[in-house]
C-alpha cells in the first residue's frame, strides 16, 4: 500500500467515523438520556435527582468507565435503530405523490437543462450503463419498487444516483456527494431525538401550559422543517452526482495526467 492510498483510506475513515459520530452516537446519547430520565421520572417522580446523586456518588473510577463505556455502547445501538427508523418513515413519505423522487425521465430532463444537451450526451456515451438507467424501461419491464438502504425506493432513477456517486468516489473524489449524503444522514437522525427532548419536557418539566404547547409547537415545526430540508437534498444529491460526473469528462486533463 501506497502512501497516497494509506492517506485516502485515512481520510474516508476519518470522514465516515465523524458521520457515524454526528448521526449516530450523538443522537443515541440524546435518545438514551431521555429515556433513562423518562424511566427514574416513573420510579422516583419527586425525587429523580436526588436519586441519581445518591446511587452513583460512591461508584468506584473502573465501575463509572465500564457502565460509561456501557451507556456509550447503548447509545449507538440506540441512535443507529431509530437513524435507520426516521429513514423507513422517509421511505413511507416518498410512496405520496407530493414526495416522490423524480422518475428516470424527469430526471434526464432536468438534467438536459443543468447540464446542457451536448455535455449530458457526451457523459452518457462515456457510461453507456448510466445511459440505459436514464432512458425509457423497455415495454414489458416493470420497475420494481422495493426498499434500499437510506428509505430509497428502487427505481431507475436511484441506480443512475448510485452509479454515478460509486463512479465519481474512485474517479474524482473532489466531485464526490459525499458532504450532501452526511448532512442528509445528520438531519435524519435528528427526527426523534427532538421528540424524546420534547415529550421529556412537556411530562417532567413542570412548565406552565403555555411552554408545553410552545414546546410541542416547536417540535413540529422541527420535524416539517427536517423533512422539508432532507426531500431537498435527496434531490440535490441525485441532481448533483449526474451533473458532477458530466463535468469530471468535460474537464482537461492536465499534462502531467497524460
Not at 431509530?82 to 405523490?97: A, H, M, N, T, V
Amino acid at each position: 500500500m501506497g502512501p497516497e492510498t494509506a492517506s485516502t483510506l485515512t481520510s474516508k475513515f476519518s470522514f465516515y467515523s465523524a458521520v457515524l459520530a454526528a448521526s449516530v452516537l450523538a443522537p443515541g446519547l440524546c435518545l438514551v438520556t431521555a429515556a433513562t430520565i423518562a424511566l427514574l421520572h416513573l420510579q422516583h417522580p419527586q425525587h429523580i435527582w436526588s436519586f441519581v446523586l445518591a446511587e452513583t456518588k460512591d461508584l468506584s473510577t473502573p465501575i463509572a468507565v465500564v457502565l460509561g463505556l456501557n451507556f456509550l455502547a447503548i447509545s449507538f445501538i440506540a441512535g443507529y435503530m431509530f437513524r435507520e427508523l426516521s429513514f423507513w418513515l422517509i421511505g413511507l413519505l416518498e410512496k405520496l405523490p407530493r414526495y416522490a423522487p423524480l422518475a428516470a425521465p424527469e430526471l434526464r430532463r432536468r438534467l438536459e437543462i443543468v447540464c446542457g444537451q451536448r455535455s449530458l450526451d457526451n457523459c452518457l456515451r462515456s457510461h453507456p450503463q448510466l445511459a440505459y438507467y436514464l432512458g425509457n424501461p423497455l415495454p414489458g419491464i416493470q420497475e420494481e419498487d422495493a426498499p434500499y438502504g437510506g428509505g430509497h425506493r428502487e427505481n431507475r432513477g436511484l441506480l443512475a444516483f448510485e452509479y454515478c456517486k460509486r463512479r465519481l468516489r474512485v474517479e474524482s473524489p473532489a466531485l464526490a456527494v459525499d458532504n450532501i449524503e452526511a448532512e442528509i444522514n445528520v438531519l435524519t437522525s435528528c427526527l426523534f431525538p427532538i421528540s424524546f427532548i420534547t415529550v421529556d419536557l412537556i411530562w417532567i418539566g413542570e412548565f406552565s401550559v403555555i411552554v408545553e404547547v410552545l414546546a410541542a409547537i416547536g417540535c413540529t415545526g422541527a420535524w416539517l422543517g427536517i423533512l422539508t430540508s432532507i426531500f431537498r437534498l435527496r434531490l440535490t444529491e441525485r441532481m448533483a452526482a449526474i451533473t458532477n460526473l458530466a463535468y469530471s469528462g468535460d474537464v482537461p486533463q492536465s499534462p502531467s495526467s497524460s
